[in-house]
Each structure stands twice: as structure tokens, then as C-alpha cells.
């Protein structure tokens, strides 16, 4: 035979067998599933429930039915879910698609939430922890603590503005970043900070808010200030069609849930994490406390974070910089320049030193580093079984901490300057 | 004599960067790390300096006979039945370095991407894919190796760079690991991660003298020290020493959890390729060697039919490894702490009887 007839005719071979695949999937031979629901089971011991598009284009054409092994189905316009007690996630699976006419896949999944009661059980690290060796869930999907039912939150998880629940999920579970209620924990996080040697847990929290704390008659607000921080998950005085809302943080030490933080704990913890992005805060105006000045809150770099060690217990001294734009001022006077600049960045400073050093004591009472400060203290010890022998998240409790808010006003907004209103009416 | 061509220093370098990087793509960062814990990314530098001196004696031996391939110095310095004995202790370690690693790479395929297709299937595949570059020779197989480094360093870069949004150096502390002791005993036996520079020696006559031979040899290991240490380190930034011991193979979960938003993300294909074309050259250059070592021990011109009986063997035993089940891979790795034997010490023990038996010739270079 032709020395180069053998490796032309292999290579013949190999594209032939190349071309067909055993792994190889036909588009309309799976759905993607996008968002999935964990809440403890009646009839077995998970209730796990998967919402997923009808893959049809008229709202309200994708009915699910009743699905098999005590599953249940329910329509959500172009998506639906479908919802099975089950033993485990997997046993789970094979039961929905025994009641699906395509193959359940999770290489899109968009979120994994968790019931609250699940988590505060210390039940997650059972379900959620092993799901991280399935091949399909990537690492990098949102997870979230669910304040009622999962189900009910699936059911509730429709896009809203515009037709793509996908997007919509994306950019909800990622407006963290512009607004630092939340935070942003993945499948991935959660299963390196439980088994962590440096920190404890953190999950967002997302909820359904009923509407009940919109109210639409009473005695008018008046001239008091509250910070719109302190509202926990679900509790927002807003009214509207879209009930999901994410919201707060869920601690943990180590599988359990612990507590949850509002709003400005929320941003004081991303702040001491390295991981705020941007928000909004409202600050009360130094010289006029009835009216306020808002701010555009940017970290100004990475927490500067020193420790030292002195009888085993941790010092800690952590600098947090961040920098602001100023986005109105209500009294009209001019904090666009000193001294009254200077007076608006130290009030600043001391509210959110404030509103951090309250977080770390709660924390320190609860005993969860969930700072990240561990993994600066790795730093001081050689080996990593001194580091284990040490147990940083036993000691934390006993740590001194001093904080430090550096914040500058870099920007005045679109005005350099504010002129008074004449006639105003002073009180 | 088999005719195996002529090739340059350029050549030779990415053949031989390709064959010894390849493995870091596995399961062995996870099994380094739950040896030594975070600090893999230095440890290998100790393996590094370790291969670079193994290489010397390796140098050395071939300096002494220029043009000569190493089954004709084995022969010449150790005897007909000595340097029988050693030339196939040889060429079983290429044949169990190629089996391995194809088993490792069907493995790993198996749990990532692969996940239904049978092993048999994929072996096979690659199986026909290694006897054809395998016919084709030694001169394609180093021109392709340099044809596919310059696409694979690019991929391979990309990653690294994508990556740093998931790097947190705090993960490189405690310094030391678990303990000083243990870097330096596990980065002295894991020079075998670097064994794979002996085919130098096998294709040592295809080179333009020992000089390329030392060059090659060298700049090999240097490059593919650096390149080790730099995607070990990528990992060790992106996974906690605790996880990065628990995962198949740390350097595709850091590829797939790359995630800017909703422009890049799943950039793992990329990392796939580079995997793949690694793998391939890798396989394929274990194996000729093994083949074309087996042919010069017994005097065989023609490269082919040992070639095709030699593809079911890898194909077999690849097979069987896999068949012996999740236990398989660690053994490997077990095998691994001794495998700086066969391509240091052998060439070594050559090395001095060659010298007390005053055998071989200065270098004219």
C-alpha cells in the first residue's frame, strides 16, 4: 500500500468519526433550565423546583402539567416550573424529566435559591455543597437565600420588562454592584467559604415583598430621617407588580445561618470586604439635619488591612477608602467648597465608621469573621498547620479592631456651585 | 538506520514544552497541592533545577558521543546485555509515560466535556490520531509542535490573563504550605514531571549536533519550568489550598469560572484547545520515541508495523488503566514520585561506566 495512502485514509477515518458525537445534543432535545428553587420537602426530603422556558413565543401558551413522582407544574407565560419532592437533587431530575418532553439542562442555570428555613437548618452544605461536582452547574452561579419558599419566589420570577427571563435574572442578581444592598455570592464561593479555614459564609438575600409595609394612608412622614438602609429583605415600603426584591445578607457560621443584615450592614460589610462597587447613600445635611444631601459612594481602592498579633489575639486596623460625587443638596448651601466640603466628608466618614464598627460587633458577638480578615491573618503564620492549630474563626471573637473611613468628595455633579432660592421660606 | 530528519533548536523546544507541560492540565495540581498545599507554584521550580541537573548527566553522556542516539550509547557503554536491559527500561517508561497520559486526558475529558462518550471511543480516536502523526515522522511532528505553540501560548495567556478577576493573593499564604520539609522532598521527587526530556536523547541524531542538544535541552526545561509554575500559580490564586486539592483538573474550573458580565464568559473552548493540541503532541511524541527506541534496540528499519502493534499496546493498556477504575489515577501519581528513576539515573549509570570504561569521544564542537 502507498506509505501516504494509510495516514490520508486515517485521517478520512477520524473525521468520520469525529463528525458524530455520543455527547453531542440536539437544540430542541433539551431545555434550559434557568432558575432553580430548594425548599425542604413534604412527601421526601428536598422540594426542588426548576423554572424554564416553554420555548413558545405567545404568553401564557407554555402550560405545564402535573408532573410525575409528585411533581406539579404551573405556566408563567413563556416560562414555567415544575416542582417534585424528592430524596436528592439527582433522584430529583430523573423524576421531572420523566414528565418533561426534553432533557432538563443546567448548563445555563441562572440562579440556585435557597429557602431561608432550609439555610437557618444548617441543611444547605447536604443539598447545595455537592451540587458543585455536577458538571453542568457552573461554579459561577448566583445563590441566593430565599426569606418563605423557594417555590413561591420561582413562581414569582418572571422578566417583567421585556420577554428574556435570562437577562432579566442577570441583571437583578448583578444591580449588586450598582447599588450594594446586596451582595453577589456564587455556587463556587459558597462552597470555598465552608470550607474555609479564613472566613465564614456570606449569601444574599432575595424576598417577596407583600406590599403590606406600602401604605397609602396615615400621617404624613414630615421632617424625621431614616435611613432607607435599615429595611431588611422584603420589608421595603414599595408598592408595584414585580414582588421579588433582593436585599440584606444572610451569615453563616459555617452550614448554618445565623442572622441576616439589612440594607446598610449589607454595605458596610461589602466595604470591608473589598467588594462594594457603588451606591447611593443619603447623608443628613450637617447644618440642616430636616433635609439631606445623597452621595454617589465609589470605593476609592481596596481596604487597607494591618495586623499584628499580641498574646494570640488578633489587632486589627483596617482603612477603608472610598471617594463620592455629590448628586443633590436640598438646603442649597454650599458644600461644594471648604470648609463646608471638609464638614460633609467628615460627616460622612464618621457615619460609616460608625455604621462598620457596629457590624464588627455584631459579627465579633456571633463569632463569624465574614470580612475576609483571616486571610490576611494567613499571612502571619509559616505553615498552614500552624494556621489550621491557631483556628481563626474560634479566635475572632477575642480580635481588636480599630477602623479607619477615608473619604474625599472628588465630584460636585453637574454643578460647581448651588444658588440659594429667593423668598425661601425659612422656618 | 530510520530516517527521522533534521530539525532546529525552535523545533525541538516546543516538542519538548508541549510533552512535559501538558500534565499540569490534569489531575496533578490537585495531587501537588494536597502535598504540599498552596505553594505548588515554587515547589516546581525545585523539580525545575532538579531536571535541569538530571538533563546534565544526560548532556554529558550524549557530549561523549555526538550523533549517537541513546539505545547506541547504552549499548556501547553498558555492554549488549546491560544496555539491552536499560534501552527497554527506557522505552517501557516512554510507553507507560504515554499510557498514562492518555489515560489521565480520557479521564479527565470523561468528567468535563466528554461526559457520555465511551472511553473506548475516545481512546480509540486519539489512538488513530497518534499512529498517523506517528507514520508521518519525527520532522512533522516537531515542525507542528512549533506550528501549534505559538496558537497555544496565545489561548494559554488569554486564560491566565481572563483569570485574574478570580486571583486573590491572599490564597498564597501560609508561604510555606505544609512545611519547608515537604516543598523540598516533593519538589525534589516530582522531577519527573520533567522525565519526559530524556526523548532528547532519543532523538538526539535529528538535531545539528550536541551543542542544539544542550540548547534545546535547557531552554525546555526553563520554559516549561516557568510555564508550570505560572498556571500553578493562576490556580493556586484562584482556589483556596483546600478546594484546589479536591478538583479533577483546577486549570479547566479556573477556565470556566472566568465570567465578565454577560460579554465574556464560558471562555473554557479556548482552554480546551490548548488542552487537546497538548495532549496530542505530548501522546505522540512519548510514543514515537518508544517505538523508534524499540526499533534501534532491535535493529528494525522500518518504523511502521511496530508502529501499528505498538498503537493497540497504548491503546490496551490506556484502556485497562482506565478499567481498573477511580483508584488508577492516584496510583499514577504515587508511580509519579519515583519516575525521576528511568530518565536521570539510567543515563547517569551511563554515564559513569561510560567514563571508567573511558567509552565515547571528547566533543569536537
Known amino acids: 500500500m502507498n506509505s501516504r495512502l494509510i495516514p490520508i485514509l486515517m485521517t478520512v477515518i477520524l473525521a468520520v468519526l469525529l463528525a458524530g458525537c455520543y455527547d453531542a445534543s440536539e437544540v430542541d432535545d433539551i431545555t434550559h433550565v434557568l432558575a432553580m428553587g430548594i425548599d425542604r420537602g413534604v412527601s421526601d426530603k428536598w422540594r426542588l423546583t426548576v423554572q424554564f422556558s416553554t420555548i413558545q413565543d405567545s404568553p401564557g401558551g407554555g402550560e405545564g402539567g402535573d408532573g410525575g413522582g409528585g411533581g406539579s407544574g404551573q405556566s408563567q407565560g413563556d416560562y414555567t416550573h415544575m416542582t417534585v419532592d424528592a430524596p436528592s437533587f439527582f433522584a430529583g431530575l430523573d423524576m421531572l424529566n420523566s414528565s418533561i418532553p426534553r432533557e432538563l439542562s443546567f448548563t445555563h442555570l441562572g440562579l440556585i435559591a435557597i429557602s431561608e428555613d432550609l439555610a437557618r437548618e444548617g441543611l444547605m452544605a447536604d443539598f447545595i455543597a455537592p451540587l458543585i461536582r455536577y458538571k453542568q452547574i457552573r461554579g459561577s452561579t448566583p445563590l441566593m437565600v430565599i426569606k418563605g419558599s423557594a417555590l413561591d419566589f420561582i413562581r414569582e420570577n418572571k422578566p417583567y420588562i421585556g420577554t428574556v427571563l435570562s437577562k432579566a435574572m442577570q441583571i437583578s442578581t448583578r444591580a449588586s454592584m450598582n447599588i450594594g444592598f446586596f451582595g453577589h455570592t456564587t455556587l463556587g464561593d459558597f462552597y470555598s467559604d465552608l470550607k474555609s479555614t479564613y472566613r465564614q459564609p456570606v449569601v444574599p438575600i432575595g424576598a417577596l415583598n407583600d406590599f403590606k409595609t406600602f401604605r397609602e394612608d396615615g400621617p404624613k412622614w414630615g421632617d424625621k430621617y431614616k435611613d432607607e438602609g435599615e429595611y431588611l429583605a422584603g420589608q421595603l415600603p414599595r408598592y408595584g407588580v414585580r414582588k421579588i426584591e433582593y436585599w440584606g445578607t444572610a451569615l453563616f457560621s459555617g452550614e448554618k445561618m445565623l442572622t441576616e443584615l439589612n ?137 481588636k479592631i480599630n477602623t479607619q473611613v477615608e473619604f474625599v468628595i472628588q465630584r460636585t455633579g453637574t454643578r460647581t456651585k448651588t444658588s440659594p432660592i429667593p423668598n425661601r421660606q425659612e422656618e | 538506520m530510520i530516517e527521522e530528519g533534521k530539525f532546529g533548536v525552535q523545533e525541538t523546544v516546543w516538542l519538548m514544552v508541549s510533552t512535559i507541560v501538558t500534565k499540569v492540565f490534569y489531575t496533578s495540581p490537585a495531587q501537588v497541592a494536597s502535598l504540599v498545599g498552596n505553594v505548588s507554584w515554587y515547589m516546581t521550580l525545585i523539580s525545575t533545577a532538579t531536571a535541569i541537573l538530571g538533563f546534565t548527566f544526560i548532556y554529558l553522556l550524549l557530549k561523549r558521543f555526538p550523533g549517537w542516539d541513546i539505545a547506541t550509547i547504552m549499548k556501547d557503554t553498558l555492554g549488549g546485555f546491560f544496555g539491552f536491559v536499560f534501552s527497554i527500561a527506557l522505552a517501557l517508561y516512554l510507553l507507560f509515560l504515554a499510557t498514562n497520559t492518555l489515560s489521565e486526558f480520557t479521564e479527565v475529558a470523561k468528567a468535563y466535556v466528554f461526559l457520555l462518550t465511551p472511553s473506548s471511543f ?107 509554575s505560572l498556571s500553578v500559580l493562576a490556580y493556586s490564586l484562584s482556589f483556596p489550598y483546600y478546594v484546589a486539592q479536591e478538583i479533577v483538573a483546577p486549570m479547566y474550573e479556573m477556565a470556566e469560572l472566568i465570567d465578565y458580565g454577560r460579554f465574556v464568559q464560558r471562555v473554557e473552548p479556548i482552554f480546551l484547545f490548548i488542552w487537546f493540541f497538548s495532549s496530542f503532541i505530548s501522546i505522540t511524541a512519548l510514543f514515537y520515541c518508544f517505538v523508534s527506541l524499540y526499533c534501534k534496540i532491535f535493529r528494525i528499519q522500518d518504523i511502521r508495523p511496530i508502529a501499528l502493534g505498538s498503537a493497540l499496546i497504548l491503546f490496551v493498556s490506556a484502556l485497562f488503566n482506565m478499567d481498573l477504575g477511580v483508584g488508577a489515577v492516584q496510583r499514577i501519581q504515587n508511580i509519579r514520585q519515583y519516575g525521576w528513576i528511568p530518565p536521570f539515573i539510567l543515563p547517569l549509570i551511563a554515564l559513569i561506566v561510560g567514563m571508567l570504561r573511558k567509552r565515547g569521544v571528547r566533543s569536537h564542537e
Not at chain 1, 285 to 292: C, F, G, Q, R, W
Not at chain 1, 304 to 324: A, E, Q, Y
Not at chain 2, 123 to 134: H, R, Y
Open chain 2, 122 to 228: 475516545i481512546l480509540g480516536v486519539f489512538v488513530v490520531g497518534v499512529l498517523v502523526m506517528c507514520i508521518l515522522g519525527l520532522e512533522t511532528q516537531a515542525r507542528f509542535a512549533k506550528l501549534a505553540a505559538y496558537t497555544m501560548l496565545t489561548g494559554f495567556v488569554l486564560v491566565l490573563i481572563l483569570g485574574t478577576e478570580n486571583y486573590d493573593i491572599n490564597r498564597l499564604f501560609p508561604i510555606l504550605g505544609y512545611g519547608a520539609d515537604k516543598i523540598l522532598i516533593t519538589g525534589l521527587a516530582r522531577s519527573s514531571v520533567y522525565g519526559e526530556i530524556v526523548i532528547l536523547a532519543v532523538i538526539a541524531p535529528s538535531l545539528q549536533g550536541t551543542y542544539f542538544v544542550k540548547k534545546a535541552g535547557y531552554i525546555s526545561l526553563i520554559l516549561s519550568g516557568l510555564l508550570i
Open chain 1, 263 to 399: 440594607g446598610t450592614e449589607t454595605r458596610a460589610l461589602l466595604m470591608l470586604r473589598g467588594e462594594f462597587k457603588r451606591g447611593f447613600f443619603t447623608v443628613q445635611d450637617p447644618k440642616k439635619p430636616e433635609l439631606i444631601i445623597p452621595l454617589d459612594i465609589r470605593p476609592k481602592g481596596k481596604p487597607k488591612v494591618r495586623m499584628s498579633f499580641k498574646d494570640g489575639i488578633p489587632n486589627i486596623d483596617i482603612t477603608v477608602p472610598l471617594k463620592g460625587t455629590i448628586l443633590a443638596i436640598q438646603s442649597g448651601l454650599h458644600y461644594e467648597q471648604d470648609p463646608l466640603l471638609s464638614l460633609l466628608e467628615k460627616t460622612f466618614e464618621k457615619e460609616t465608621k460608625s455604621e462598620i464598627d457596629q457590624l464588627i460587633n455584631k459579627c465579633k458577638g456571633l463569632n463569624l469573621d465574614v470580612f475576609k480578615f483571616g486571610d490576611v491573618g494567613a499571612r502571619y503564620f509559616a505553615t498552614i498547620q500552624e494556621w489550621e492549630k491557631y483556628n481563626w474563626n474560634s479566635k475572632f471573637k477575642d480580635a
